[in-house]
């Protein structure tokens, strides 16, 4: 395909025109359907809803980053397994980073918020299990029954609905 009648190259694929004797030539294309692109394309915006739902991600995410603190500082030395607060700030730095990137790709309208969206309820779900069926009777485990109904739970469901959302548009 040509660029412009100057010549020029390098340019983006909105900033390519074909002419209309370029159209005819369309068999040097491979069979392909040929669409010309014009300059004044609007650029994507975001589904109604989506960017509050990114906006609140991100916030999301960045309030798990001192989180990761706590995690590393706090979980007991005591723990059977070995390397047991990497396991858990590991976690929840993934979590954060899905949370993030599902965030900050949503609010921009990029559709690729659907493969992060997709992949961050796992990790939060893992998360509420572990963290409930690893706590201790009474109050260890009364705070990881409330993060995982109060924040981690809800953030699968909304990331989840997100990429549902996103196939849907798609089908």
Do not use: N
């Amino acid at each position: 395909m040509k660029g412009r009648a100057d010549g020029e190259r390098g340019k983006t694929m909105r900033q390519l025109l074909l002419h209309d004797d370029e159209l005819a030539g369309a068999e040097d294309f491979g069979g392909a359907e040929v669409i010309p692109l014009h300059e004044g394309a609007e650029e994507p915006h975001p589904a109604r809803g989506m960017g509050r739902a990114g906006r609140l991600l991100v916030a999301c995410g960045l309030a798990l980053l001192p989180w990761l603190y706590v995690l590393a500082t706090g979980l007991p030395a005591t723990a059977t397994a070995e390397h047991w607060p990497i396991a858990w700030v590991g976690l929840d730095a993934l979590e954060a980073l899905g949370l993030i990137a599902t965030g900050l790709l949503a609010a921009r309208g990029d559709r690729r918020h659907a493969l992060a969206a997709a992949a961050t309820p796992t990790l939060l779900v893992v998360d509420a299990w572990f963290d409930t069926t690893t706590a201790t009777p009474g109050g260890d485990f009364a705070a990881a029954l409330a993060m995982a109904l109060g924040a981690e739970l809800p953030l699968a469901a909304l990331c989840g609905r997100l990429a549902l959302r996103a196939l849907s548009r798609l089908a």
